[in-house]
């Protein structure tokens, strides 16, 4: 009873409050206008005029992540990297070769779920291709990817992880592969500054005023917007196997992981 | 073009349900005894703190940051500066969203480490634990 009370006191004090705050004005013009900052980003996303300092591409979200403020993005990454490693060192001497689970559920839940993958990675290939042009990007792809490694251990049993042929150490590769090639195309202007001796920048992607140095923005006649595509499509990688071994790792059965760790009933 | 009295009072009201749900789940995580519980009111903190600053950025009246034609028409730019809404909060909270992922991330696994090794998750309880 006296936890409705307070439920309810909270809510009509919230309303309350917001309607006097709203009367008297008291916080001045909400959402009439955008910040200079906001409008600066907003002209240089995408504009040849000012070609020092755009980001060649449409989608100003994306230019932010991984041109204007691309080193945020670097070190997100690296924070990712981290709590996987962290996963992983929790689960050391855990080997998957010997898990031998249950059959999965039923003959017509694995068919719609046979059916769904192949469009789920489509899907997820998709929004990390298209990251420089619509919203979108590595993350996001890489998050629909890991809805792959859900399904199948849900419905397939975390032996199908086995029997694919995905192993722990496998997928840490891959996810290796793709923090190498994000590494590959940071670095890659300072490269061809040592052999070039042009001025450029880390991490750089379009022209700057000083830097005639720039990652081809067309292909095809195909925007792909410099480094952006580049960097989505490795952070997809990254990404989509970082949660491929967490899934893969809380799909083990706990008294599994108790026999190999070899940790003793105490309590 | 400017705002009706209920639209106002509407955004206002969702300010104040963001902080309310803000001091919720600090309570959450400060008082609550089971560690699950802790990290579940830890990720309703975060995404509160995630609305909290695409609610900055928001603009009434406003279009997706995309731009939908690709030519250097300065007026059609300016005019796309002026109705879209900020990116900037939502690409620092991208940037946030992932970070919150990884400490949820190593938090669940240093639980289930806890669980392990107690055969609880209530702090009460493993204050009293030794070893």
Known sequence: ?267 | MSTSFLENFFITLILYNLLVAAGISIYGVVARPSITKKIISLTILQDTFNILAIFLGFKVFSIPPVLLELDSDIEKLLAFTTSAVDPLPQALVLTAIVIGLAVNLFLIFLALQVFRLYRTLDSRKIKELKG
């Open chain 1, 1 to 267: 009873m006296r936890k409705y009370f307070v439920l309810v006191s909270i809510v009509l004090a919230t309303v309350v409050i917001a309607y006097i705050t709203t009367y008297l004005r008291a916080l001045g013009p909400i959402g009439l206008d955008t910040r200079y900052l906001a409008k600066l980003f907003l002209m240089l996303t995408y504009n040849p005029v000012y070609r020092e300092l755009t980001a060649m591409s449409p989608e100003a979200v994306t230019s932010i992540v991984w041109d204007f403020r691309g080193v945020d993005t670097l070190y997100e990454t690296v924070v990712f990297y981290m709590a996987i490693i962290a996963a992983l060192t929790i689960y050391r001497g855990v080997s998957y070769s010997s898990i031998w689970g249950g059959y999965g559920l039923s003959l017509i839940v694995r068919v719609v779920t046979k059916l769904l993958i192949p469009i789920n990675i489509a899907i997820a290939v998709s929004i990390a291709a298209h990251g420089h042009l619509t919203p979108g990007g590595g993350f996001q792809a890489g998050a629909v990817l890991a809805v792959v490694s859900v399904l199948l251990a849900v419905t397939y049993s975390a032996s199908s992880f086995i029997k694919l042929g995905v192993s722990l150490s496998k997928a840490v590769a891959l996810r290796s592969a793709g923090l190498l090639a994000i590494a590959l195309v940071v670095f890659t202007p300072i490269v061809f500054s040592a052999l070039t001796g042009v001025q450029t920048y880390i991490m750089q992607n379009y022209v700057k005023i000083d830097s005639s140095f720039s990652f081809p923005t067309h292909v095809w006649n195909q925007l792909i917007s410099g480094t952006l595509i580049w960097l989505n499509l490795a952070e997809f990688l990254a990404v989509s196997f970082g949660f491929f071994i967490i899934f893969m790792l809380l799909s083990l059965r706990e008294e599994v992981v108790r026999e190999q760790i070899g940790e003793k009933d105490e309590h």
